[in-house]
């Protein structure tokens, strides 16, 4: 009489493989390969390293000027950075919307903007600067506040260059 056994790696009637990944040997973020009485771990995609870890998809930049990556398990996203927008990511004009108050000029900047009082103003609110108000026409002169600019002209009953009394 005789018996047969299986041989090893093999179980059963008849004999099968024995999976040597049922346990789930390898550790986390591995992945498990069986072998013929015997199995190895490896790093699962997107993971390297002992122990396997993260890959930084993000590390090699690959995203283009103006966007943010953001690393996932085995890809990443770009998207716009804050303050910019569209394909390729563009810069938002924030004063677009015509954000300042009259006689204020808007300047874009990256995800903000300012208001600064227009040529010729000043304050809060902005209102116009008096430029006559330095006193600065020569004598018999009267001046004339404009925008962003002053005129003098003859004072009644005077004319000239100077002006001078009237005859």
Not at 61 to 76: A, F, Q, R
Not at 117 to 122: D, L, N, P, Q, R
Request: proline share 5%.
């Amino acid at each position: 009489m005789y018996t047969c056994a299986c041989s090893a790696g093999f179980t059963g009637t008849p004999c099968a493989d024995i999976d040597e990944c049922a346990s789930t040997p390898c550790m986390v973020n591995e992945d498990c390969t069986n072998g013929l009485n015997m199995y190895t771990c490896a790093c699962s995609a997107g993971f390297t390293g002992t122990p396997c870890a993260d890959i930084d998809e993000c590390a090699s930049t690959p995203c283009l000027v103006n966007e943010d990556c953001t690393n996932g398990l085995n890809m990443y996203t770009c998207a716009c950075s804050a303050g910019f927008t569209g394909t390729p990511c563009a810069d938002i004009d924030e004063c677009a919307s015509t954000p300042c108050l009259v006689n204020e000029d808007c300047t874009n900047g990256l995800n903000m903007y300012t208001c600064a009082c227009s040529a010729g103003f000043t304050g809060t609110p902005c209102a116009d600067i008096d430029e006559c108000a330095s006193t600065p026409c020569l004598v018999n002169e009267d001046c004339t506040n404009g925008l962003n600019m002053y005129t003098c002209a003859c004072s009644a009953g005077f004319t000239g260059t100077p002006c001078a009394v009237q005859r």
